[in-house]
């Protein structure tokens, strides 16, 4: 094979492996999941029902940015979250898998964490800002994530101090862990800065693995 036909079957290669999407739970075992371990986080002064609903297998969420805090002693900003009880971990291999979907009127709003970090509250968090999913403030992970269903997997290697985001089955972005002792799954929607004034996410099959 000459040095330009070499090229090119690299090319071609990774050309392949950028649009074949993969399963990042092989290896995982699914564990129980049913309406016991999720615990819904709103503003304090309202009814669930009020924030949150459950209609045809979608969990949908929404919170305003004049909302009060979950708890009277929080000086948190408003959220209203689907908060995994039952699973808490501080070792091992963990992952979170979501179908979510955030319209185009939410930006500055944190839609999916996991919780634990020193000194820091968290280990990660994906919000919007204005149609783009990203780690934090930066960096993007995926541009137009507006109004259109996509297939959230997170996975935390606490051992490894690893983290990877996999969205539609295409890694989107890995980093280090943020140290902590104890660390949960949260998804919805957890007002950040420059927050619009509705925020909302959907999720549906949400789904918890721990690696074999």
Same mark, same amino acid.
């Given at each position: 094979?000459?040095?330009?036909?070499?090229?090119?079957?690299?090319?071609?290669?990774?050309?392949?492996?950028?649009?074949?999407?993969?399963?990042?739970?092989?290896?995982?075992?699914?564990? =129980?999941?049913?309406?016991?371990?999720?615990?819904?986080?709103? =503003?304090?002064?309202?009814?669930?029902?009020?924030?949150?609903?459950?209609?045809?297998?979608?969990?949908?969420?929404?919170?305003?940015?004049?909302?009060?805090? &979950?708890? =009277?002693?929080?000086?948190?900003?408003?959220?209203?979250?689907?908060?995994?009880? @039952?699973?808490?971990? *501080?070792?091992?291999?963990?992952?979170?898998?979501?179908? %979510?979907?955030?319209?185009?009127?939410?930006?500055?709003?944190?839609?999916?964490?996991?919780?634990? %970090?020193?000194?820091?509250?968290?280990?990660?968090?994906?919000?919007?800002?204005?149609?783009?999913?990203?780690?934090?403030?930066? =960096?993007?992970?995926? &541009?137009?994530?507006?109004?259109?269903?996509?297939?959230?997997?997170?996975?935390?290697?606490?051992?490894?101090?690893?983290?990877?985001?996999?969205?539609? @089955? &295409?890694?989107?972005?890995?980093?280090? !862990?943020? !140290? %902590?002792? *104890?660390?949960?799954?949260?998804? %919805?929607?957890?007002?950040?800065?420059?927050?619009?004034?509705?925020?909302?996410?959907?999720?549906?099959?949400?789904?918890?693995?721990?690696?074999?």
């Amino acid at each position: 094979m000459n040095f330009q036909l070499l090229v090119s079957f690299c090319l071609v290669l990774l050309y392949v492996q950028h649009i074949v999407a993969v399963d990042p739970t092989a290896g995982f075992t699914s564990l =129980p999941l049913d309406e016991s371990n999720f615990d819904i986080q709103r =503003p304090y002064n309202v009814r669930v029902d009020q924030r949150y609903s459950y209609v045809n297998g979608v969990h949908k969420m929404w919170v305003y940015k004049t909302d009060k805090p &979950h708890s =009277p002693d929080s000086h948190t900003n408003p959220r209203t979250e689907i908060r995994i009880q @039952g699973y808490d971990f *501080s070792s091992g291999v963990w992952q979170f898998e979501g179908y %979510g979907y955030v319209p185009k009127v939410t930006s500055g709003a944190c839609i999916m964490q996991i919780f634990g %970090g020193s000194p820091h509250a968290t280990t990660l968090m994906l919000r919007t800002y204005k149609g783009s999913l990203s780690y934090y403030r930066n =960096p993007t992970l995926v &541009h137009n994530i507006y109004n259109r269903w996509f297939r959230l997997n997170a996975i935390y290697d606490v051992d490894a101090n690893k983290v990877q985001v996999y969205i539609n @089955g &295409h890694l989107k972005f890995e980093t280090t !862990g943020r !140290g %902590g002792d *104890s660390h949960f799954f949260k998804c %919805g929607v957890y007002a950040q800065d420059d927050d619009s004034h509705y925020l909302e996410s959907r999720w549906k099959n949400i789904k918890i693995f721990k690696k074999n």
